[in-house]
């Protein structure tokens, strides 16, 4: 019998509205440099992979963490932009990084809504689970997405001794563990399947974490 239900935050409940590349392109505009929103998208995938790949092995968080993190992604997307080189780095990184924290460039997909008040109107308890900083509280409270669940666990809270590696995959073992990220996990006393997003959470699928 599944009792709870529990997501991913980033792309399984939101996304960077109108996507990643756009927010870095108009924010940065506002800087004098004008690109093409293609040219950051392209860039950030593999600098993201390779830079998350060093902060793996993190068993704990932190915002301090995740400053330095995001600040290691940025400064490597500046460094193969040659036409940033004209604004100032930490300027740059500051704006973005407020950027981001702010609701209005997020948005919950199409299916969140309609899914969780289902979910609820079964009778399942509904949480977040995510290896995002405290930024996501103020995101979730700005979408109305924390109204339509029943805990939100952020692993940079100080209160959260994140048992959750800082990094895109999680890893445990056990009943109810969870295996990866961006998913729809179902908890149950005997069983744990994955889903594939919101919709995909059924009467036996649930659980779940940028993001």
């Not at 400064?75 to 932009?81: A, E, F, H, S």
Request: charged residues 25%; proline residues 5%; glycine residues 8%.
């Amino acid at each position: 019998m599944t009792r709870a239900v529990f997501f991913d935050a980033g792309h399984t409940l939101l996304y960077a509205h109108p996507d990643l590349g756009t927010v870095y392109a108009e924010a940065t505009a506002t800087l004098g440099v004008r690109l093409e929103p293609e040219r950051y998208a392209e860039t950030f995938v593999p600098v993201f992979q390779e830079t998350t790949k060093l902060y793996a092995s993190t068993s704990t968080a932190s915002d301090a963490q995740d400053v330095a993190m995001w600040r290691d992604i940025t400064r490597r997307i500046y460094d193969r932009l040659p036409a940033l080189a004209g604004i100032a780095f930490d300027a740059w990184f500051e704006l973005l990084y407020r950027r981001f924290g702010d609701p209005v460039v997020w948005r919950m997909y199409d299916d969140v809504e309609p899914v969780l008040t289902d979910l609820r109107r079964r009778g399942l308890r509904i949480g977040v689970i995510s290896n995002w900083d405290t930024r996501l509280q103020t995101i979730s409270d700005g979408l109305g997405l924390t109204k339509l669940v029943d805990f939100l666990v952020i692993s940079a809270r100080p209160a959260c001794a994140s048992p959750i590696p800082a990094s895109s995959t999680w890893r445990s073992t056990g009943r109810g563990s969870v295996r990866r990220r961006r998913s729809t996990w179902a908890i149950s006393p005997r069983r744990t399947r994955r889903g594939r997003g919101a919709r995909a959470c059924g009467p036996c699928s649930s659980n779940g974490s940028g993001g």
